[in-house]
């Protein structure tokens, strides 16, 4: 059984850094892409970041240059390490994990919280 293990999530202050990890079980990063998303209320699940295991990397409109997502093919992990947060950067923050060549398959974590508040 595939599962996905997050870490990291937890309170800080405006302008503060927190690290997310994100760890698989039951199946490799290897071929897969890796991703971290985002519920903040009063919004629609969006991607904060995803990277494939090649190394290609995507990011949100909103990220402007503030974090940095990293995967690890032999840790089959990824890493999203976010700076300069904001109080709009609040929300549950969920781990995925995909594969998207045939046989498709989509797997979430249960979420963390991630709280930027003074």
């Known amino acids: 059984q595939v599962q996905l293990v997050e870490s990291g999530g937890g309170l800080v202050q405006p302008g503060g850094s927190l690290t997310l990890s994100c760890t698989i079980s039951?199946?490799?990063?290897?071929?897969?892409?890796m991703g971290w998303y985002r519920q903040v209320p009063g919004k629609e699940r969006e991607l904060v970041a995803e990277v494939t295991s090649g190394g290609t990397r995507k990011y949100g409109n909103f990220v402007n240059g503030r974090f940095t997502i990293s995967g690890d093919n032999y840790k089959n992990m990824a890493v999203l390490q976010m700076n300069s947060l904001e109080p709009e950067d609040t929300g549950v923050y969920y781990c995925?994990?995909?594969?998207?060549?045939?046989?498709?398959?989509?797997?979430w974590g249960p979420g963390t919280q991630v709280t930027v508040s003074s």
């Open positions: 995925r994990l995909q594969r998207r060549v045939t046989p498709t398959y989509s797997i």
């Open positions: 039951g199946t490799r990063f290897s071929g897969n892409v």
